[in-house]
């Protein structure tokens, strides 16, 4: 009897195709299925980075998300949409397990680390066997992009993400030796307003599209407009021991 095919959800790394394991390349190229998030009417970053690496008769299960930032994260009818369309999500996979095929979900950066793949991973608990490949997560990649260590000796890394409200993001500010901001994009005045408060200001790096085209790198200081895109996370880097 042959294996009973498996979903593989499978990590890019941080956006530069060269930072992806060997693991994920095979699976990528080897795929009969492969299934993606990406906004409407968008080709997806997720999908953009593999091109070139896929089968020619691949099947492609383009999974396109109902609402990104139309609706704010409070509404209630935010999360019943996305609950529905993770519930479809899964559906669709499982209709290619039953028809003997693996898919492969390509998630960018690291799978477990705040991506839409782990949705579906707890939807499909059981149902069919699992694989997860991990990335280099987007801020290891940013990080490496700023040319400066993020910690050092004892210092304790503290990763946010920028949806928080702003008491709360300032309140985990206050006690940071090393920080991450992620899910940056229009979060920025009210990140940059807590960065202040607690007097992270001065040390705080925006990265932008980290080890993709286009990356930037610069001191928060030095960005003058509001304007930040979905790949843009902020840094402030450890200050701890060092011999
Ligand atoms: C939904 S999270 C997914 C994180 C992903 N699973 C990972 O391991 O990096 C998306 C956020 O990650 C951050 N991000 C991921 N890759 C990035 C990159 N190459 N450059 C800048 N920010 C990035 C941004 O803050 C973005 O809003």
């Given at each position: 009897m042959s294996a009973p095919a498996t979903i593989y959800g499978v990590g890019l790394g941080p956006g530069d195709p060269e930072l992806m394991s060997v693991k994920a390349a095979r699976l990528?190229?080897?795929?009969?299925?492969?299934?993606?998030?990406?906004?409407?009417?968008?080709?997806?970053?997720?999908?953009t980075l593999v091109?070139?690496?896929?089968?020619?008769?691949?099947?492609e299960e383009?999974?396109?998300?109902?609402?990104?930032?139309?609706?704010?994260?409070?509404?209630?009818a935010y999360a019943d949409a996305l609950r529905g369309f993770y519930d479809e999500c899964v559906q669709r996979l499982l209709r290619h397990v039953s028809a003997g095929r693996d898919v492969t979900v390509l998630c960018e950066g690291d799978p477990f680390l705040y991506g839409s793949f782990m949705h579906l991973h707890s939807r499909l608990d059981g149902q069919a066997p699992i694989v997860v490949v991990p990335?280099?997560?987007?801020?290891?990649?940013?990080?490496?992009?700023?040319?400066?260590?993020?910690?050092f000796g004892d210092d304790v890394l503290t990763v946010v993400p920028a949806t928080l409200d702003e008491a709360s993001l300032t309140e985990r500010m206050r006690s940071i030796d090393a920080?991450?901001?992620?899910?940056?994009?229009?979060?920025l005045p009210k990140v940059r307003r807590a960065l202040q408060a607690t007097g992270l200001a001065e040390r705080a790096v925006y990265v932008e599209r980290g080890t993709m085209a286009g990356e930037k790198v610069l001191p928060l200081a030095e960005k003058?407009?509001?304007e930040?895109?979905?790949?843009?996370?902020i840094l402030v880097h450890g200050r701890g021991r060092r011999p």
């Open positions: 990528i190229a080897n795929a009969s299925v492969i299934a993606h998030f990406r906004k409407p009417g968008r080709p997806g970053n997720a999908r091109e070139g690496m896929l089968a020619a008769d691949v099947i383009a999974l396109e998300y109902p609402v990104t930032t139309e609706i704010t994260l409070e509404d209630p990335g280099i997560s987007g801020m290891s990649g940013c990080w490496t992009a700023s040319g400066v260590p993020i910690t920080l991450v901001v992620m899910k940056l994009g229009r979060n003058t407009d509001d930040a895109p979905y790949f843009s996370m």
